[in-house]
C-alpha cells in the first residue's frame, strides 16, 4: 500500500498575556476540524499548536502579578492547553516558545542569520508600540498611534540588531505573484502586496535590550531575540528543524506546511517576515496560509477592556462541547467578521442541533422500535421519492470535499446539515405512522426506515469531523440497520430567558456610579444655507459590496458601493478605522451627487458620511433599521 499523503497544519501559537477567549478558542477549533477531516481522507496529519511566551509584555504582567516571568506563562500556558483540551481538539504537539529545544535551536538560527550577512547591529530610534511589541517610524503611525492595534505608542531609542528585510522582497513578490494559493483569503494577498511589500520594506528589528524576559543573544547577551523571529521559527523547531546540522526526520517528512492557520490581525508577519526567514534559511515556503476572521461578541472585537469576552469553558457549561463547536465553525463566514451571543447561542442550539439534527434522529430510532423492534432491513420496496434523498446522500461528501478543499469550513456543515433537512422532508413526504396502519404496506415501511438510517449514518460520518462526540453517538445508536432500544436525546432544547437569568447571576452587573452628563463637543459654525440649498445634495443608503486599500496611501479605502442599480467608486480616509474586510456588507449614508474627484490618483464618485469624536476617531453612519441599498435619506 501506498505511503499516505502527509498534511502538517499549524496554528498561531496562542500569546500567554491572559486567558484565551472564545475568539482565540475559535482558531483551534478551526484548525481542529481541517485535521480531522484530513484525516478522513486518508492524510498523515501532523497539527501542532502552542503558546508564544517571550516579551516585555509577559515580563510587565509577571510583575503586576508578583511572580517570575516563568511562573507566569507556566500558569497561562497551561490554562491554554486545559481548553484546547476542553474543546477536544486533536493536536499531535503541543509547543511552548519555552521549551529548551526551542529556545537553542533559535539561537543558533539567529547566529546562523548574523554570520551570512542578514542581520546587522545598528541603532533603533522609533515609536514603541507594548502590545504589538513592534517598531515604528512616525510615518508608519496613524493619527499617532499604532497603526496594528490603534493604540498609544511611546518614543523608544535603543541598540538592536536587525533583519535585512528589503534583500528578499523582491524575491517574494514573484513568489506571491506566481502562487495565488499562498495567501488565502485573496483580500488578505492584495492587502499585504499594497501596503506593505509594494511601498518597500523597512529592515526588522530583530533584538531587544529594554527588557530580559525572551531568549538571550548568545554572543551578545544583553541582547534577547526579538518576538517574531522566536515565535514564527515554532512552526519549524517542533517538528526537529537543526539550521547547524542534519533535521529529524519528523521535519524532513513534513516540511513545507501544508497550512498556517491564523488570525487576519497576524497576516503581516507569517506572509512577509516568515516567507523571508525561510528564504534567508534556504527553506521552502509553507503551501499556503489562511488569516481567518475574527469572531466578534456582538458590538466589536472581544476585549478584556470592553468587557465583552466570552470564554469557551463558560459557553461548554451551559451548551456542551460541541455545540460550541458547532456555533464558532458554522457562523463563521469565510472573509467576514462573525458575530457570537447568548442569544444566538440559544437559538441555533434549539433550531438546528436539538430540532433539525436531534429530533431527527430521535425520531428515526423511536418507529424504527416501535414498527419493527429495533431491526430493519433494505426491502427494496421504492418509490420515487426515494431516489432524490439517495442522490442528496451520494452527493453530500462530494460537495463537503469540495467546500473543505477551499477551507471553507462553515459551507461544509451547511452541506452535512442540508441532508439532515432532507431527511427531515423526507419523513414528512412518506409518513411512516400512516404507512404502518396499512398491512400491505410494511414492506414500503421497512424500506423508508432503512433508507432514513443510512443517509443518517452517512450525515453523522461525515458530522465527525466537526461535532466528534456527536458522531460518535449517532453512529452508536444507528448501527447498520439496528437501533438502540432507547435514543439518547442529542440535545436538550433551552429557554432563554432561564439561560440569560443564569448569565446575568454568573456575571452580575456592577452597580453603576451615576455617570457625569457626556460633554458634547462644540465646532466652529459653518455658513447658514437655505432650504433650496439643501435641496440640491442627495443622500441615499449605499451597500458596500468590495473595498481595498489605495496603492501607497496610508489613510484611504476605495469601496465599491451599490445605490440600487448603480455602483459607484468612493474613497474614503477611514483606513484607520476599518480595515477592508470590515467594510464589506456594510450598509452606509452616502453623499451620491458630489462632483467627482481624484484622490492619490483614484476616482471618487461621492462621499461615505461618518461622525467624528474630540479624538478624531470615525464612525461610518449606519442606517438605524434594515434598508435597501439605494433608499433615500431624507
Known amino acids: 500500500m501506498a505511503d499516505k499523503p502527509k498534511y502538517y497544519i499549524t496554528t498561531a501559537i496562542a500569546y500567554t498575556s491572559g486567558k484565551p477567549h472564545i475568539g482565540n478558542t475559535y482558531e483551534i477549533v478551526l484548525a481542529d476540524a481541517i485535521a480531522r477531516y484530513k484525516r478522513s481522507q486518508g492524510y498523515d496529519v501532523f497539527f501542532q499548536t502552542g503558546t508564544d511566551e517571550h ?3 509577559i515580563e510587565l504582567k509577571a510583575e503586576e502579578a508578583g511572580v517570575t516571568p516563568k511562573e507566569f506563562v507556566d500558569n497561562v500556558s497551561g490554562e491554554i492547553k486545559r481548553i484546547w483540551d476542553l474543546m477536544n481538539t486533536s493536536y499531535d504537539k503541543f509547543i511552548r516558545t519555552t521549551d529548551d529545544y526551542h529556545e537553542k535551536e ?142 529529524d526526520e519528523m521535519f524532513n517528512k513534513n516540511w513545507p506546511a501544508d497550512l498556517h492557520l491564523i488570525g487576519k490581525d497576524i497576516i503581516r508577519f507569517h506572509t512577509i517576515y516568515w516567507p523571508i526567514f525561510l528564504m534567508a534559511l534556504g527553506l521552502p515556503l509553507p503551501k499556503q496560509v489562511f488569516g481567518h476572521p475574527w469572531l466578534l461578541q456582538g458590538d466589536g472585537k472581544m476585549s478584556k477592556s470592553k468587557g465583552n469576552v466570552l470564554y469557551a469553558d463558560e459557553l461548554v457549561d451551559f451548551f456542551g462541547v460541541d455545540a460550541v463547536r458547532y456555533f464558532v465553525l458554522h457562523e463563521m463566514p469565510f472573509e467576514n467578521d462573525g458575530v457570537i451571543s447568548w442569544e444566538l447561542m440559544v437559538e441555533r442550539l434549539n433550531s438546528d442541533l436539538a430540532n433539525t439534527l436531534g429530533n431527527l434522529v430521535n425520531r428515526t430510532i423511536s418507529m424504527t422500535n416501535k414498527y419493527f423492534g429495533g431491526t430493519v432491513t433494505d426491502k427494496g420496496v421504492t418509490e420515487e421519492v426515494d431516489a432524490d434523498l439517495k442522490a442528496v446522500t451520494e452527493n453530500t461528501p462530494k460537495a463537503v470535499e469540495a467546500k473543505m478543499n477551499e477551507l471553507r469550513v462553515a459551507d461544509a456543515i451547511t452541506e452535512i446539515f442540508n441532508l439532515f433537512k432532507r431527511c427531515n422532508k423526507y419523513i414528512d413526504e ?54 438502540v432500544e432507547k435514543p439518547e436525546i442529542l440535545f436538550q432544547r433551552l429557554d432563554l430567558e432561564e439561560v440569560m437569568k443564569k448569565v446575568e447571576e454568573l456575571h452580575p452587573k456592577a452597580e453603576e456610579e451615576k455617570k457625569e452628563e457626556e460633554e458634547g463637543i462644540d465646532i466652529e459654525a459653518k455658513p447658514e444655507i437655505t432650504f433650496e440649498d439643501f435641496e440640491k445634495m442627495q443622500f441615499q443608503v449605499g451597500e458596500i459590496i468590495s473595498c481595498e486599500a489605495v496603492k501607497k496611501s496610508k489613510k484611504l479605502l476605495c469601496s465599491q458601493v451599490k445605490i440600487g442599480s448603480q455602483v459607484k467608486q468612493i474613497v474614503s480616509g477611514i483606513k484607520a478605522h476599518y480595515t477592508p474586510e470590515e467594510m464589506v456588507g456594510k450598509k452606509v449614508m452616502v453623499l451620491v451627487n458630489l462632483k467627482p474627484a481624484k484622490l492619490a490618483g483614484v476616482l471618487s464618485e461621492g462621499m461615505l458620511l461618518c461622525a467624528e469624536d474630540a479624538d478624531g476617531n470615525l464612525a461610518l453612519m449606519t442606517p438605524e433599521k434594515k434598508m435597501p441599498a439605494g433608499a433615500e435619506i431624507c
Open 55 to 57: 516579551g516585555q509584555k
Open 430 to 483: 412518506t409518513m411512516p405512522w400512516a404507512l404502518a396502519k396499512e398491512e400491505d404496506k410494511k414492506d414500503r415501511l421497512e424500506t423508508v426506515l432503512w433508507n432514513l438510517i443510512q443517509s443518517i449514518s452517512e450525515g453523522a460520518k461525515l458530522l465527525e469531523s466537526f461535532m466528534p462526540e456527536t458522531a460518535e453517538k449517532i453512529l452508536a445508536q444507528l448501527g447498520g440497520g439496528y437501533v
Open 106 to 247: 533559535v539561537q543558533k538560527i539567529f547566529k546562523k542569520l548574523y554570520d551570512q550577512g542578514d542581520i546587522y547591529k545598528g541603532h533603533y530610534e522609533g515609536m514603541y508600540c507594548t502590545p504589538c511589541e513592534s517598531f515604528f517610524t512616525e510615518s508608519q503611525l496613524v493619527d499617532g498611534k499604532c497603526p496594528d492595534c490603534g493604540r498609544p505608542v511611546q518614543p523608544a531609542k535603543e541598540e538592536a540588531y536587525f533583519f535585512k528585510m528589503s534583500k528578499y522582497a523582491d524575491r517574494l513578490i514573484e513568489y506571491i505573484n506566481t502562487h495565488p494559493e499562498f495567501i488565502q483569503p485573496v483580500a488578505r494577498k492584495n492587502e499585504m502586496m499594497n501596503n506593505f511589500l509594494l511601498p518597500g520594506l523597512q529592515d526588522l528589528c530583530v533584538s531587544r535590550t529594554s527588557f530580559k524576559w525572551g531568549i538571550p543573544v548568545d554572543f551578545d547577551p544583553k541582547h534577547v531575540v526579538y518576538v517574531w523571529l522566536d515565535a514564527l521559527t515554532n512552526y519549524i523547531t517542533g517538528i526537529g528543524y537543526h539550521c547547524d546540522g542534519e533535521s
